[in-house]
């Protein structure tokens, strides 16, 4: 049974119920039988994984990044977090997209705990993305917080619904990079950025 909703309601979040309904409703698309055995739980356990795959949508990079420490001892060079991996998903299929991240910034007087930076990735990354926007969006959240010189960060990730599917290319990995301040400005300090967070290993 589909959800109904009219215009005014789009926003109503559906009952735990209804969601458990829905993946029903898909499996009995793909011809299974949903009384059998195996699939009782099935629905249930579905939503409850979807709930831990998406609950970056419950945390707020904002307050994360908030608590910085500003007594950084006139360190003035860039700091770099290599090889955060994490699981995201397609906003276009929900399929599964693990990735690498790398994310740099250069501080001006704030640095965050660096456990922070590995977090902002998780609290995008755990949400239907587009790995573009998944991009921006770690980097501004530090860029804002912080107010730092500039911030770099360049993922690489695969894409379950096309190393599975559709093209059908299983070693095929998207790479996307997003620099603000002098990362942005700079071409030497963007290069330099760019050589020091790629010189990771590569994922997979
Ligand atoms: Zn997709």
């Known amino acids: 049974m589909l959800v109904k909703m009219n215009k005014k309601d789009i926003n109503a979040r559906p009952t735990r119920e209804e969601a458990e309904e829905s ?19 099935t629905p249930a356990r579905v939503v409850r994984a979807w709930e831990e795959w998406c609950d ?50 250069w501080p001006d007087k704030k640095v965050v705990g660096i456990s922070k930076l590995a977090r902002v990735v998780d609290v995008f990354a755990k949400r239907l993305q587009s790995q573009e926007t998944m991009t921006k969006q770690i980097a ?47 071409l030497q300090a963007q290069e330099r950025i760019t050589a020091l967070l790629s010189g990771a290993h590569r994922h997979k």
């Open 23 to 41: 993946v029903r409703t898909l499996l009995a698309y793909l011809g299974e039988d949903v009384t059998r055995p195996g699939l009782i739980e």
């Open 56 to 105: 970056g949508y419950k945390e707020d990079a904002s307050e994360l990044v908030g608590k910085f420490f500003d007594d950084i001892q006139g360190y003035d060079q860039p700091v770099i977090m290599r090889n955060i991996d994490f699981v995201s998903h397609c906003e276009h299929h929900m399929a599964s997209m693990p990735g690498t991240a790398h994310v740099a910034y």
């Open 140 to 186: 501004e959240a530090l860029h804002n917080g912080l107010s730092p010189k500039g911030v770099a960060v360049i993922i690489e990730a695969e894409h379950a619904c096309m190393t599975t599917r559709g093209a059908n290319k299983p070693d095929a990995h998207l790479v996307t990079q997003f620099f603000t301040g002098c990362f942005k400005t700079d």
